[in-house]
């Protein structure tokens, strides 16, 4: 496949289509980060396949270098594509957190991930991320989390479908996403999210952002 054929450029705008308040979550992730990382300081970011944390980072930031991690050789081909004006402070590794660098980091993030992997590879993200942080330094975290008991996961699923609908998805096929969620994502309870960062020895892990099925938390090392 290549690396930028139809479903690798269709990954920009399907995440803008799915995820409301986008360029606001990016914008509240480097205020939260900038808090306490330097001017020239080093961020790890988990997930930066398609590249669009790094950039606009990148662009908020000029003191500032990045290391990205993500399993995919084709995303991070579309990382290098979308964040091609700041390349020159931009490391990315292929793999999952073992693949990125010891550090230590000033700060972290990893956005739009966590509800496609397992629960056992979160804590592994999460511990990985936690030892390659400073003392104190933030972690930003943000991914699809909703109930897990009925109807009320049943009705977020839907809202979730519903909301990134394009016109042309009909009842089956919106049937079938709903379906494919349940069957192909793995999302957790807020409660859970927050139990995986205590475990994984974050603390003072706050909800900083919700958008329809979306959260986002600040904790740190």
């Known amino acids: ?30 205020l939260l980060l900038a808090e306490r ?8 970011v988990v997930g930066a396949g398609g590249g669009l944390e790094l950039q606009a980072l990148a662009e908020q930031e000029c003191g500032w270098t990045f290391d990205g991690v993500d399993p995919s050789s084709d995303m991070l081909a579309l990382a290098r594509r979308t964040a091609s004006s700041n390349l ?11 693949a990125a660098p010891d550090g230590p980091f000033d700060g972290a ?11 056992e590879d979160r804590r592994k993200a999460l511990e990985g991320i936690r030892r390659r942080l400073r003392p104190d330094a933030p972690f930003i975290l943000a991914h699809v989390s909703i109930p897990s008991t009925e109807p009320e996961r049943s009705i977020w699923i839907g809202r979730h479908v519903e909301f990134g609908a394009t016109a042309d998805m009909n009842t089956d096929r919106r049937a079938s996403a709903k379906a494919g969620m ?37 904790s740190y090392a």
């Open 37 to 44: 990382v330097p001017v020239d300081g080093r961020v790890l």
């Open 88 to 98: 020159e402070r931009i490391n990315v590794h292929q793999g999952d957190i073992s």
């Open 182 to 218: 349940r069957a192909k994502t793995f999302i957790r309870a807020p409660e859970q999210d927050l139990e995986d960062l205590r475990a994984a020895g974050f603390k003072e892990s706050t909800q900083f952002f919700q958008a329809m099925s979306f959260r986002g938390w600040v």
């Open 109 to 119: 993030v990893c956005s739009l991930v966590f509800h496609h992997i397992s629960p």
């Open 1 to 30: 496949m290549s690396s930028f054929d139809g479903r690798q450029d269709g990954y920009i705008d399907g995440v803008r289509r799915n995820v409301p308040g986008l360029d606001g979550l990016h914008r509240m992730t480097w």
